[in-house]
């Protein structure tokens, strides 16, 4: 492997360690917080292994998707013993005796939900409660009840084709935000089961600074990234959405809303708009106002579609915006010479390191080590595992 050098001289790499023991191409990752160096790591053969970053080999193999593709995985807030996987049009639960030691963990299937209508692409849960979402290749939008262990709402009609990513806004109590291969971003009221406000990226006013010379690829949306609350006082209520076009949007979820409530209230009591109309000409609309920072390749980013982000765990948590795509590369982007406190400017100083690949990035997660802190899953059997910052 070979970089194509460090642009501010603040990162560096080292050559990947190589994890064995995925049967087929790796699809998903996650990195336990409660216990560093715990990662597990999925495939498409429905497999899930285990391992600890301090030891040599697997820790321990779960076949639970009877060989058909995982295809997210989650840990239960604040009980990582707990953990949730997607495979087909199910989300299952799984009690996992995890000891962060070179000995085999013991497991057990919980409940399961089965309520999706079509193929799962992600899973998450609210940090702050017991909500589940699970966004599937319908458009629909699954909300489970964890302590319930039932449905609790679907959201519909906010994608017109797949729903590929979705994230809880751990900020809000209620509110959930979703991504899709129709190029929109949909941020929604999960209690009331509605539209708050419609991105539509595919737009020509929502791409990159200078579209001339920018990928013809539509601006699929592939992945969403938040951050956690503790990286709300220096990072802002921000959301990142990884695109298909190969740039990365940065926009500001509390501007967003705060437009849409202030167009929405302000059409109220017109005569010569219906309700009806009104709702949904707010909700598609972009506010050029709203602050947004889109790294694109002029500001050496992704040159193929970006299939994963992530806020970096290590370090100052939330310091790097991680980013992964199809043109083989993982790259580090620094969040904190560009946002305050929300506020986002452009620069172009802002990629701190590029890692050229072998392959495509499916997926990455990062540990809160300062040691073996990047954990990415590409199209081989391998989990590549690399020391950044």
């Known amino acids: 492997m070979s970089t194509d050098g460090n642009p501010t001289g603040t990162a560096a790499w080292t050559e990947p360690r190589r994890l064995r023991g995925l049967k087929a191409t790796a699809t998903s990752c996650i990195a336990s917080v409660q216990r560093p160096g715990l990662v597990a790591a999925a495939d498409e053969d429905g497999c899930i292994c285990w391992f600890d970053l301090r030891c040599k080999d697997v820790l321990s193999t779960m076949n639970v998707g009877n060989h058909n593709p995982i295809t997210s995985l989650c840990f239960k807030p604040g009980t990582e ?3 949730y996987a997607s495979s087909g049009n199910e989300v299952k639960c799984f009690d996992v005796h995890m000891v962060c030691f070179c000995v085999t963990t ?5 409940e399961s939900y089965n309520y999706n209508k079509d193929e799962i692409n992600q899973i998450a849960c609210h940090s702050k409660s017991s909500f589940l979402a699970a966004a599937d290749d319908s458009g629909d939008v699954k909300i489970f009840d964890m302590h319930q262990q039932c449905l609790y709402k679907t959201l519909r009609a906010g994608h017109e084709s797949i729903c590929s990513s979705v994230q809880f806004l751990h900020w809000r109590p209620w509110e959930v935000i979703t991504g899709g ?3 929109k971003l949909v ?6 089961g509605c539209r708050n406000k419609i991105l539509d990226f595919g737009l020509p006013d929502a791409g990159s600074r ?4 920018q990928l013809l690829n539509p601006a699929f949306i592939h992945a969403l990234a938040v951050p956690q609350l503790d990286m709300v006082d220096k990072l802002g ?5 990884a695109r298909g076009d190969g740039v990365l949007s940065v926009i500001n979820t509390e501007s967003e ?3 849409f409530k202030s167009k929405n209230s302000s059409k109220k009591g017109t ?4 309700k009806s109309s009104a709702s949904t000409s707010d909700a598609q609309s972009q506010d050029q106002n709203c602050p947004k920072l889109h790294l694109d390749y002029s500001m050496g980013g992704h040159t193929a579609a970006v299939s994963c982000v992530a806020f970096s765990m290590f370090g100052e948590r939330g310091k790097f915006i991680l980013s992964g795509g199809n043109d083989k590369s993982v790259k580090l982007w620094d969040c904190f010479k560009s946002i305050d406190a929300g506020q986002i400017s452009s620069g172009n100083d802002l990629l701190t390191l590029n890692i050229n690949t072998s392959k495509k990035v499916n997926w990455l997660c990062t540990t809160t080590s300062d040691s073996e802190n990047l954990v990415v899953c590409d199209t081989s059997k391998l989990v590549k595992v690399y020391t950044v910052g």
């Open 81 to 83: 013993d707990i953990i």
């Open 106 to 110: 013991s497991w057990k299937q919980l």
């Open 181 to 183: 291969l129709d190029s």
């Open 187 to 192: 941020m929604w009221d999960f209690s009331k």
């Open 210 to 213: 200078d579209s001339t010379g």
């Open 237 to 241: 209520k921000i959301c990142v959405v």
């Open 257 to 259: 809303l705060a437009a």
């Open 271 to 274: 005569k010569s708009t219906s």
